[in-house]
């Protein structure tokens, strides 16, 4: 299953709210997660089953959709949100990532 | 939940490395762990995973017949047995584990080995 996202890189202002995509090649029912990585550091589950925020993730942080099309929304960016968005399937083997999305500061 | 990966390092082509990732914090047995990989600059690659008890492993294509994942209970250990090594596979290694004890999202992460691949 090939996941693409886009916009492959999203210039936001701090404050401001961020929609990021993610579509599957096929259907991967809500088996959906979404992960941040910051430079140097490991990736940090943010979403997972498609809309469950993870232990310790902040409100502004939202997951929605099925199928084949996703979206993660960040309501208010704060400066601690810069940084690459992955999602990730795993409805199937072999489990398969997205290319990213790098949100920057506008 | 802590996960430690070691092993890292310089090899030449077609050269073989292990690496290792100790667990703890969790009861290592029940749960699937996986291999994922990140190229230099690049995004995240999914490798190659294990059951809980060993006896299913999954892997990518791009790395199929090449390596070999493996676990030791015992000892709460992952590995990734690596031949035939390329220069595409040159990467940060992380290993992961499963939120789900057969499935779902990876929860937990270590800080990663670096393999670079090179004459």
């Known amino acids: 299953i090939v996941m693409t996202q886009s916009p492959a890189t999203l210039s936001v202002s701090p404050g401001e709210r961020a929609t990021l995509s993610c579509r599957a090649s096929?259907?991967?029912?809500?088996?959906l997660a979404w992960y941040q990585q910051k430079p140097g550091q490991a990736p940090r589950v943010l979403i997972y089953?498609?809309?469950t925020r993870a232990t310790g993730i902040p409100a502004r942080f939202s997951g929605s959709g099925s199928g084949t099309e996703f979206t993660l929304t960040i309501s208010s960016l704060q400066s601690e949100d810069f940084a690459v968005y992955y999602c990730?399937?795993?409805?199937?083997?072999?489990?398969?990532f997205g290319g990213g999305t790098k949100v920057e500061i506008k | 939940v802590q996960l430690l990966e070691s092993g890292g390092g310089l090899v030449q082509p077609g050269g073989s490395l292990r690496l290792s990732c100790a667990a703890s914090?969790?009861?290592?047995?029940?749960?699937?762990v996986s291999w994922v990989r990140q190229a230099p600059g690049k995004g995240l690659e999914w490798v190659s995973a294990i059951s809980g008890g060993g006896t299913t492993t999954y892997y990518a294509d791009s790395v199929k017949g090449r390596f070999t994942i493996s676990r030791d209970n015992s000892r709460n250990t992952l590995y990734l047995q690596m031949n035939s090594l390329r220069a595409e596979d040159t990467a940060i290694y992380f290993c992961a584990k499963r939120f789900r004890e057969t499935g779902g999202c990876f929860d937990s992460w270590g800080q990663g080995t670096l393999v670079t691949v090179s004459s």
């Open positions: 914090g969790f009861t290592f047995s029940r749960y699937h």
């Open positions: 990730q399937q795993y409805n199937n083997w072999p489990l398969t």
């Open positions: 089953d498609a809309s």
């Open positions: 096929q259907g991967v029912n809500s088996n």
